[in-house]
């Protein structure tokens, strides 16, 4: 089965905090995603990854950054953590060999900035 | 420019009713891959299905159907017989030329009441 994990379900920070939200992917998977979601929003991308050290911008990218170091991990940074990246956040990856892969999802974490 | 619309936010059915969930999508690529995700209240996205661009089968899977229309830009989710465990969020998802990049639609919430 393939797996991804979060390092947190739940989170609560402080504004102005630096906060890390990790991924890890068993799957040897190419491709690395966060999405933010929202009510009524959807998955907002942020940002994605198809290699290591290697990012791309999504929709949503202001007040995040990224950081892939090795294949399996994907960590989410949020610099000075605002109430309005109060949020889910979900972790993704696919393969990159093919057009036809579907995402694999991680359970979520769900952030609160007071 | 990519986009996927699902129309109906939230849906209610009592168990055993029929519903059809709606997806339009636009694109302007050739080849694309359209997906359905299902997220249970505990949060994790699971994948359902998938369909090709150049394949306008429709599916049955147990009480599952998808019917994709590619005239009308349609590839709608149809649940037989609802029941409890069918209540969560659905999202449709397409995928284009780009095949690192999911474009996903706001997700309908269906509540299936026993």
């Known amino acids: 089965d393939v797996k991804v994990t979060q390092s947190s379900r739940y989170l609560v920070k402080r504004t102005g905090e630096k906060v890390f939200l990790e991924c890890v992917q068993d799957?040897?998977?190419?491709?690395m995603f966060w999405y933010r979601q929202d009510p009524g929003l959807g998955l907002r991308l942020i940002y994605f990854?198809?290699?290591?050290?290697?990012?791309e911008k999504g929709d949503i990218p202001e007040g995040y950054s990224v950081s892939r170091e090795k294949k399996e991990r994907f960590s989410l940074i949020l610099e000075s953590a605002s109430t309005n990246q109060t949020s889910m956040y979900l972790c993704?990856?696919?393969?990159?060999?093919?057009?036809?892969?579907?995402?694999?999802f991680g359970p979520g974490t769900r952030l609160t900035v007071t | 420019a990519q986009k996927v619309t699902q129309a109906q936010t939230e849906i209610s059915v009592v168990e055993k009713e029929d519903v059809t969930l709606d997806c339009v999508y636009e694109?302007?690529?050739?080849?694309?891959?359209l997906f359905w995700y299902k997220q249970p209240p505990s949060g994790e996205l699971v994948f359902l299905i998938r369909?090709?661009?150049?394949?306008?089968q429709n599916e049955i899977s147990g009480r599952y159907s998808w019917n994709f229309q590619k005239s009308t830009s349609s590839f709608n989710f149809t649940i037989t017989a609802s029941q409890v465990v069918d209540s969560a969020v659905y999202f449709c998802?397409?995928?284009?030329?780009?095949?690192?990049?999911?474009?996903f639609g706001s997700g309908t919430k269906l509540n299936v009441k026993p």
């Open positions: 993704a990856s696919s393969s990159g060999l093919a057009a036809y892969y579907e995402q694999y």
């Open positions: 799957m040897d998977h190419e491709n």
């Open positions: 990854s198809y290699d290591v050290k290697m990012k």
């Open positions: 694109t302007r690529d050739t080849t694309y891959y």
């Open positions: 369909r090709n661009s150049f394949d306008e």
């Open positions: 998802a397409l995928k284009g030329n780009n095949f690192n990049k999911f474009y």
